[in-house]
Nanobody
């Protein structure tokens, strides 16, 4: 059974930074496409960033480009999301997700496993 556990969320002032981590159980982590999604109250879940199994290919939502960086350490079964220059509109619950597919995708419905989420709140 695959389990995903996020950490690193919290309260930060606008302009600040946070680093989210997601540890994945299971021996096949290195074969998964990994994604970070977020969901604000009253809004649909949206992709933030995704990364291929090797880390060589990444995808960023327009809102994340230039500010967020997704990375992974397959030896540690961990995917990261470095978030800089945070804005109040970045406030949401952030989820990591794993996709058994080969091709990276931003579509939430394609992902097979999800974490419980970690709250990020950015104050103005």
């Amino acid at each position: 059974q695959v389990q995903l556990v996020e950490s690193g969320g919290g309260l930060v002032q606008a302009g600040g930074s946070l680093r989210l981590s997601c540890v994945v159980s299971g021996r096949t982590f290195s074969s998964y496409v990994m994604g970070w999604f977020r969901q604000a109250p009253g809004k649909e879940r949206e992709v933030v960033a995704a990364i291929s199994w090797s880390g060589s290919t990444t995808y960023y939502a327009n809102s994340a480009k230039g500010r967020f960086t997704i990375s992974r350490d397959n030896a540690k079964n961990t995917v990261y999301l470095q978030m800089n220059s945070l804005k109040p509109e970045d406030s949401a619950v952030y989820y990591c997700a794993a996709d058994r597919a080969i091709i990276i995708t931003p579509a939430a419905y394609e992902y097979d496993y999800w974490g419980q989420g970690t709250q990020v709140t950015v104050s103005s």
